[in-house]
């Protein structure tokens, strides 16, 4: 992929880039459903808060995205709940799944639909940096105090189905359709909007 191009798609999924977040109730069987590194898409519009704290559930969504709509432009309501959309059809790479105790984790990052090959094939050091945040944020988090707020008949309704899978565990898309290639280590520099690309496999770079 020519350079341009790279750094074209790093520009699009990583300017703006800002954490929401989505909490339900995951029995075990839908959860092991999710890897890191997959690729995932959610058919349905995707709910999300940019309000975070205490888990009233056993599992939180962590969804790192730069084209989430805030639907308080249109609905003064909606700040009240930091209410952000994510189009339908939208795609995600897992990054990291993280289980403390009881509580389960799962970080997606939202990515563009002509991307998939390149996210499938590769890391960044900022994918690594927003998975260092993620746990932070989690560890921080997890047992602080509930948002009232969200926890209204109608946000947990809004917010109960799982991303990318069905209740019967189904996945909406099969990423192992995704050509394969050699795993590629990417550098990226966004102040400076430099990315260098490291083709050796990554047990060799770490």
């Known amino acids: 992929m020519k350079n341009y191009r790279l750094k074209s798609i790093y520009n699009e999924t990583f300017s703006g880039l800002k954490l929401f977040y989505r909490d339900t109730h995951l029995p075990d069987n839908l959860i092991l459903n999710y890897r890191v590194g997959q690729i995932i898409q959610e058919k349905d519009f995707t709910d999300m808060s ?42 995600f790479k897992v990054l990291d799944i993280l289980t ?19 996210f499938k094939n590769s890391s960044s050091n900022l994918e690594e940096e927003i998975t260092e ?13 509930l948002i009232p707020e969200l926890q209204t008949k109608d946000w947990k309704e809004r917010t109960k189905s799982p991303i990318g899978i069905n209740d019967n565990g189904v996945m909406f898309f099969d990423d192992s359709k995704i050509k394969m290639e050699s795993p590629k280590r990417i550098e990226i520099n966004m ?12 047990w060799k770079i770490w």
């Open 100 to 118: 403390i105790e009881d509580k389960t984790q799962i970080l997606l990052l939202n990515i563009p639909d002509n991307s998939l090959t390149l």
């Open 50 to 91: 940019s309000f975070g704290e205490g888990l009233s559930e056993n599992f939180r969504y962590l969804i790192a995205s730069a084209h989430a709509k805030d639907l308080s432009i249109f609905n003064p309501n909606s700040a009240k709940i930091g209410h952000f959309l994510i189009d339908t059809l939208a795609y």
């Open 133 to 145: 945040k993620a746990r932070d944020n989690f560890i921080n988090k997890k047992n602080s105090l």
């Open 191 to 202: 102040d400076k909007k430099t990315i260098e690309v490291n083709k050796k496999p990554w």
